[in-house]
């Protein structure tokens, strides 16, 4: 079984990126192929809300831009389970997190039946560096998204600089869990 998993800081071994990382450590302690994917690395451009809102994504479940949201996509597909772990900024998702995800809810519309990740679950993480306060907008964020994509949501964790110590362990076997989640 594989569990990919998005981290959207533009550090890699920063707050966001650990909790990812600790998540894939249980997870492929669980048994699981993992892969880890730095958003902030890939060319993911915003949605051009083509013909004043919707375009092909709607009825053909395909987005008209050539980036790396495709091919990005594409390994969600190939998972059985995905984490996301995003930076809180202003409390919210960071930019590219909602470029990407404003991006596939649109095209998952299209896609119907054709889509795997109605039986793909998931696991998301609010990493908020700063104050710690954030974290509950920014879930509030994530759980619409997932839900707007049918993923079977596991869990949505708050980390902080002040919970890193309890919240990573915690993230650890959270990973662990999403495989077995994942099978049920
Ligand atoms: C524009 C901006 C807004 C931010 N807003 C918050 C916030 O609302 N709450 C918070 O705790 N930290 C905030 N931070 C800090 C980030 O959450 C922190 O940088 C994040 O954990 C990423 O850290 P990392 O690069 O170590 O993963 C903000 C950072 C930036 C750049």
Known sequence: ????????????????????????EGAKAAGAEVELIHLRKADIRLC?????????????????????????????????AIVLSTPVYFGETSEIVKAFLDRLRRCERGAKERSPLPNSAVLGIAAAGGSGRGTVSCAQMLERCFSHL???????????????????????????????????
């Open 1 to 24: 079984m594989r569990v990919v998993a998005i981290q959207a800081s533009p550090n890699v071994d920063g707050l966001t990126s650990t909790g990812a990382q600790r998540a894939l």
């Open 48 to 80: 051009l809300a083509c013909d004043a809102g919707w375009g092909k994504c709607r009825d053909e479940g395909v987005c008209v831009i050539e980036d790396e949201f495709e091919p990005t996509r594409q390994k969600l597909y190939a998972a059985r």
């Open 150 to 184: 049918g993923l079977r949501l596991l869990d949505i964790l708050p980390l902080t600089r002040w919970n890193r110590d309890y919240m990573l362990p915690a993230l650890e076997e959270a990973g662990q869990r999403l495989v077995a989640f994942a099978q049920e």
